[in-house]
């Protein structure tokens, strides 16, 4: 072990079991992105008094999230023995004086807002948190620092077996680090499965220097968010992977490109790069080891093909985000021409596992083909949208009903998208499948990067798609026309089709389009069509329910439907008329008509009057 | 967030920049950051300060959704265009602001009192469909909810 590191870890180690044995209450309030959405500042805001105003002897801190995010915001109080956790959900703003009253002041517990115990024994009225529906099964590797520590305290960190996996690393030869990532069959988690190994491998064997590391931190899947998960509850996790993957490459320095989107993650990461580099894990002379290697955090600015690795490279360099043409690829000619390797968030977070507990151990967690455990996240129709760590080979359906709690209001599973836009949809009979690479691969499409969202029977699949190819549309950099005018082109034929102008050539027309843009430079190009392939696999009846009854099974695409007072005398029209952003719903004798020639379909009457107002098929 | 820069303001605020390959992103974002917009003249500066052409950072600027090219409104609202919001009525909302507002996506009024944004998802799935009103989450909006917000922001209210 390295004496400076053995000194480091030491005092931190020390300073962490001095605060947690401070005979102090220890609340830790989850504030990520996810609780800030639902007043977790505010939270933290009227903790902070209620406990100075009582003046109790509570310490506050703040962690990332547990992912329990559709019960924001979680907090965790540890008592002043240090004997016992419990985990609490929901402690919006107006609940903390009851909070701080129940659980603070009279000491006692709240078991109708308690998830579990996560320290301690459970209680008659309060199970442990591992024995929670939502954590059963979950496998926290990757998250097992996440609402546990401080992010930004490096000391939590360290004082977890942070860092020991980068100092092995120092100790050995880039070949044999590299033997064990590919021992341990570590994949890419960004999408396409790669292994780490091997991109690593040809990093170390590139001719030229100096050379560059790049985590791809741009999460552009709608729906996904397991990376800002790691950046928000974990960003030394990730700091650490780069560098073991800096000692495998010998290279010298690293970006994190982190979307705009994601402004606490940014913020995360940059308190943590600069604590390492406090510490002298990150810069020159790394440890005394002689080794130099340092991180810059780079913020995006709005480009979906950003996350593309040579489109996240152009952009780096000053160029408008566009992917490149590969060859050369960025192990040759990646960041400023010079050798460059590319990997996601997750990716790199999992290599400090894999030094740490060797590659029998990480690789031991299943017995599936895809090695480790994966983040998901999960929403769309379910009752629970949150984000899971579990190893490959869990069902899509076991994860929906487990971790998503189902569907809303028990409407039947339509179908879902395993991961982003380019990933397509499955349909619920596929919902069989096993989370894992192959059976995807084996469909024409990814399991992509994490984020898995449902759709139920009263989503239009036409409108899925249109929705799917007009992201595709506004995010296409505009190199190639296959993409740019293909997507343009697919959007056209869906909205016709939605509107009622569909016709039976459109779906030859779609092969067309399928076939062509294949040959576009980039994935996002030639991935495009694949939610339109398959949903013309899946739900074909549906597209020709359309084209020939001019009638949508799903009654929701509003170019098929009509709106129509059917129950004159509701006393919730005048509201519904007033509510109306067109003026639409004009008065007519004793009641009320909606003008069809204004009404944009919006459905604000309908929430406004549900007794009044009827949607009808606007063509049958 | 100061008014009309000026070209020596601008010059100091991106002195630090170099001719390196790297510094044009973070010179738009901290330039935005500190006018609310890249303005033309912060194009021509910066393209002299990084050795470059006006051409080249336009180029930039209209590529990256996040750049605006003309000062923000003063109350604006962003949709959020994700797919779990669309599954739950996003595009009916987008819809109802968009004519409340009278104004496309990514348009604001005349006088610069609002405007109305596209808005990507960034895992606050659970409070879908949602918009931000100057940057706070509006969570489990109706589209009649839309529309009342819609025109308190635009001063109907
Ligand atoms: C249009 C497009 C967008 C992408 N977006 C991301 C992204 O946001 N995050 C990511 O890690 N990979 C993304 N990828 C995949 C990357 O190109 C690359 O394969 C990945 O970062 C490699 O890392 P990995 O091997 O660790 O998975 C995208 C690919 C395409 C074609
Ligand atoms: S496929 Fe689309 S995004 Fe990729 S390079 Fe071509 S135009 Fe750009
Ligand atoms: S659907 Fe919308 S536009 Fe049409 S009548 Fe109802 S409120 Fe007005
Ligand atoms: S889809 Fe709107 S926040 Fe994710």
């Keep these: 072990m390295n004496d400076r590191f053995t000194a480091i870890a030491t005092e931190a180690r020390d300073r962490w079991e001095a605060a947690r044995a401070s005979g102090r209450e220890q609340v830790s309030l989850c504030l990520d992105t996810s609780s800030l959405a639902r007043g977790g500042a505010e939270t933290l805001a009227a903790l902070q008094q209620a406990v100075a105003a009582k003046g109790l002897n509570v310490d506050i801190q703040t962690t990332g999230s547990w992912g329990f995010c559709w019960l924001e915001p979680t907090v965790s109080v540890r008592s002043a023995a240090g004997t016992r956790t419990v985990l609490y959900h929901s402690l919006t703003p107006d609940r903390v004086e009851e909070f701080v009253q129940s659980v603070l002041v009279e000491a006692g517990e709240l078991p109708e807002l308690a998830l579990g115990v996560v320290e301690g024994a459970p209680s008659d009225q309060v199970g442990m948190l591992d024995d929670h529906p939502f954590m059963q099964g979950q496998i926290r590797r990757l998250m097992a620092n996440c609402g546990q520590i401080d992010p930004e305290n490096i000391d939590h960190y360290l004082a977890n077996g942070g860092y020991e996996g980068f100092v092995k690393s120092l100790d050995m030869e880039p070949e044999a680090i590299i033997e064990l990532m590919l021992e341990s069959g570590l994949g890419g988690r960004g999408g396409a499965g790669f292994p780490a190994g091997r991109k690593w491998d040809f990093l170390r064997n590139a001719t030229a220097e100096p050379r560059y590391l790049v985590c791809n931190a741009d999460e552009g899947d709608p729906g996904a968010w397991v990376n800002r998960i790691l950046m928000e509850g974990d960003p030394h996790l990730i700091i650490e992977g780069m560098l073991i993957a800096a000692m495998a490459t010998n290279s010298v320095e690293g970006y994190i490109y982190i979307r705009h989107e994601y402004p606490l993650s940014i913020e995360r990461m940059n308190v943590a790069v600069e604590q390492a580099r406090e510490r002298g894990l990150l810069g020159e002379d790394i440890l005394g080891s002689g080794k130099t290697f340092d991180l810059v955090v780079f913020v995006g600015a709005g480009s979906y093909v950003c996350g593309e690795e040579t489109g996240l490279i152009n952009s780096i360099d000053g160029y408008r985000g566009m992917p490149r043409i590969r060859p050369p690829f960025p192990a040759q000619a990646g960041l400023w021409n010079l050798p460059t390797n590319v990997n996601n968030v997750e990716t790199y977070a999992n290599a400090p596992l894999v030094l740490r507990h060797g590659a029998a151990w990480w690789s031991g967690v299943s017995d599936d083909e895809a090695k480790g455990t994966k983040m998901f996240t999960i929403s769309g129709a379910v009752n629970q949208p949150g984000c899971v760590e579990i190893p490959f080979g869990l069902s899509v359906r076991e994860l929906l009903e487990k971790y998503g709690a189902g569907t809303p209001d028990g409407v039947p599973l339509k179908g879902y998208q395993p991961g982003g836009p380019l990933s397509g949809v499955l349909s619920a009979e596929e919902a069989d499948l096993p989370l894992t690479l192959a059976p995807f691969r084996d469909r024409g499409l990814f399991l992509g990067s994490g984020g898995i969202v449902f759709f139920d029977e009263t989503t239009s699949v036409v409108d899925l798609c249109t929705y799917f190819l007009g992201f595709a549309e506004d995010e296409s950099c505009g190199r190639c026309t296959t993409c740019f005018q293909g997507t343009q082109r697919a959007v056209e034929i869906l909205r016709r089709i939605g509107s009622g102008g569909g016709r039976e050539s459109d779906l030859d027309k779609f092969e067309d389009l399928i076939q062509t843009m294949t040959w576009s430079n980039c994935l996002h190009g030639s991935f495009a069509m694949t939610t339109v392939k398959l949903a013309l696999r899946y739900f074909r009846e549906e597209f020709e329910t359309l084209i020939r009854e001019k009638r949508d099974p799903t009654r929701s695409l509003p170019g098929m439907i009509t709106y129509e007072v059917t129950s004159p005398g509701d006393p919730a029209l005048p509201e519904a008329a007033a509510i109306c952003p067109t003026e639409a719903i004009v008065e007519a004798g004793s009641s009320y008509d909606i003008v069809d020639e204004l009404c944009i379909r919006c459905g604000a009457c309908a929430e406004v009057a549900p007794d009044a107002v009827t949607v009808r098929d606007r063509f049958v | ?157």
Excluded at chain 2, 21 to 47: C, D, F, N, T, W
Excluded at chain 2, 115 to 130: D, I, K, V, Y
Excluded at chain 2, 150 to 157: H, I, L, P, Q, T
């Design chain 2, 1 to 157: 967030m100061a008014a009309e820069p000026t070209t020596r303001e601008l010059r100091e605020l991106v002195a630090e920049y170099e001719f390196e390959r790297g510094h044009l992103l973070p010179a738009l974002i901290e330039i935005q950051e500190h006018y609310g917009y890249v303005s033309r003249e912060a194009i021509e500066v910066l393209a002299r300060q990084l050795r470059t052409t006006p051409a080249l950072i336009y180029g930039a600027v209209s590529f990256y959704a996040d750049f605006r090219t003309e000062p923000p409104p003063e109350r604006e609202i962003s949709w959020c265009s994700g797919p779990a919001c669309r599954l739950r009525g996003g595009d009916r909302i987008r819809e109802a602001l968009q004519r409340t507002l009278d104004l496309p996506l990514d348009g604001q009024s005349e006088d610069g009192a609002y405007g109305l944004r596209l808005g990507q998802c960034n895992g606050t799935c659970s409070e879908a469909p949602q918009v931000w009103v100057d940057g706070e989450v509006v969570g489990g909006l109706t589209v009649a909810g839309a529309v009342a917000l819609a025109r308190e922001v635009k001063g109907d209210a």
